[in-house]
């Protein structure tokens, strides 16, 4: 266990934690049929604030991905966490 959040790999970089999380972000709101304006508009924040930490431009800090895990009504395992994708192979 590292100490991080959802048990995030120690040897994971920030980049990488970065990509899970804009990732997750995604996949939730997709799943809920909502867009990122519902995300930010419910965390209170200007649009290029959001865009800023969803582009990767700059990483969140442990109260902003607590905020966020919050907004989603999420845990912070589940946004941290990644997941394993299928992949469609043509025969």
């Known amino acids: 266990m590292s100490g991080r959040p959802g048990g995030a790999d120690v040897n ?6 970065g990509t899970v999380l804009r990732y997750n972000i995604g996949r939730i709101l997709l799943e809920r ?3 990122p304006s ?3 508009r419910r965390l209170g924040w200007h649009r290029n604030t959001y865009a800023s930490i969803f ?8 109260g902003t991905l607590d905020a966020i895990a919050k907004a989603l009504e999420v845990t912070l ?5 990644p997941r394993k994708v299928a992949r469609v192979v043509k025969p």
């Open 33 to 35: 049929g909502e867009r």
């Open 77 to 81: 395992d589940e946004l941290l966490r």
């Open 55 to 62: 582009k990767g431009q700059c990483g969140p800090k442990m």
């Open 12 to 17: 994971r970089t920030d980049s990488e934690l």
């Open 38 to 40: 519902d995300l930010y």
